[in-house]
């Protein structure tokens, strides 16, 4: 199955919410916090950033302070297979 010509998702696909410009920040850490923090990330194979945001967006939620409309974290790399090719 395929995508229309038009751009609109093909018949069973997921919906995806409008793509929102993400804020960029500056992060100072001790070098020793951000290598651990690495070797967490790629355990749970995640780029430092990815891990970065899952853990803010975690205490958030714990806290009760994650916006309702936050969503959930974009997902990153290939597109799941929608089928058979051909």
Known sequence: ???PSDGTPAEGAP???P???RKQVLL??????HDALARWAG????????????????ALSDAGRLP?????I???GR???SGPEG
């Open 79 to 81: 597109p799941p297979v």
């Open 43 to 58: 355990d749970e194979l995640r780029s430092t950033n990815a891990q970065i945001e899952f853990l803010l967006r975690r």
């Open 15 to 17: 919906k995806r919410r």
């Open 68 to 72: 309702g409309e936050a969503g959930p």
């Open 1 to 3: 199955m395929t995508a």
């Open 19 to 21: 793509q929102q410009q």
């Open 74 to 76: 974009p997902r990153r």
């Open 28 to 33: 100072r850490l001790d070098p020793l916090v």
